[in-house]
T-cell receptor
Framework: AQSVTQLDSQVPVFEEAPVELRCNYSSSVSVYLFWYVQYPNQGLQLLLKYLSGSTLVKGINGFEAEFNKSQTSFHLRKPSVHISDTAEYFC?????????????FGKGTRLSVIA | DAGVIQSPRHEVTEMGQEVTLRCKPISGHNSLFWYRQTMMRGLELLIYFNNNVPIDDSGMPEDRFSAKMPNASFSTLKIQPSEPRDSAVYFCATQPGTWAGNTIYFGEGSWLTVV
């Protein structure tokens, strides 16, 4: 069975500083990896996803993530954050084989950007 | 595209009452998921459907919970009788096709408070 661990429940960072949100997964098979963002009082929306190919994935709003198979990680990064990036970020995993398998989410990391 | 539409957005009900949450998926999406979000447990998958057929309901917490998808345009999640511990945000999400790499689109959630 798959699982996702987001190592930090809260990350405060000053505006225009870089940020990294950490995600590790466990799975006995190949995986697809996702980052979703949830703004206050809203549903989740996709930031980026890794399916195959280049291990560096670029997403919306200047975010990127790097898939590291040996370390089973998929950390999310942004070189310079804005106040508007304040939100909850979820890492998720699914299996590419055996048809449709639902996403398994981590518990989320709350990013707070400080002016 | 109107996105995934959930109703009601907010509901406050008394313990023991029946609660029905509704979801209209994005047109053409074949898979539908119901998730529950709480501070303690994060995002939990309750049940999902492919082409209107329930595939896995192992996440449904108790017999008090039931879900239906009578057609491709509508799904309900029912709690009867409701209890205070059911207080949470319930998300409906849909996905085009049944390939695990497809993006899942979330509704804005139904915020349930049981008093």
């Amino acid at each position: 069975a798959q699982s996702v661990t987001q190592l930090d429940s809260q990350v405060p960072v000053f505006e225009e500083a870089p940020v990294e949100l950490r995600c590790n997964y466990s799975s006995s098979v190949s995986v697809y990896l996702f980052w979703y963002v949830q703004y206050p009082n809203q549903g989740l929306q996709l930031l980026l996803k890794y399916l195959s190919g280049s291990t560096l994935v670029k997403g919306i709003n200047g975010f990127e993530a790097e898939f590291n198979k040996s370390q089973t990680s998929f950390h999310l990064r942004k070189p310079s954050v804005h106040i508007s990036d304040t939100a909850e970020y979820f890492c998720a995993v699914s299996e590419p084989f055996g048809g449709n398998t639902p996403l398994v989410f981590g518990k989320g990391t709350r990013l707070s950007v400080i002016a | 595209d109107a996105g995934v539409i959930q109703s009601p957005r907010h509901e406050v009900t008394e313990m023991g009452q029946e609660v029905t949450l509704r979801c209209k998926p994005i047109s053409g999406h074949n898979s539908l998921f119901w998730y529950r979000q709480t501070m303690m447990r994060g995002l939990e998958l309750l049940i999902y459907f492919n082409n209107n057929v329930p595939i896995d309901d192992s996440g449904m917490p108790e017999d008090r919970f039931s879900a239906k998808m009578p057609n491709a345009s509508f799904s309900t999640l029912k709690i009867q009788p409701s209890e205070p511990r059911d207080s949470a945000v319930y998300f409906c999400a849909t996905q085009p096709g049944t390939w695990a790499g497809n993006t899942i689109y979330f509704g804005e959630g139904s915020w349930l408070t049981v008093v």
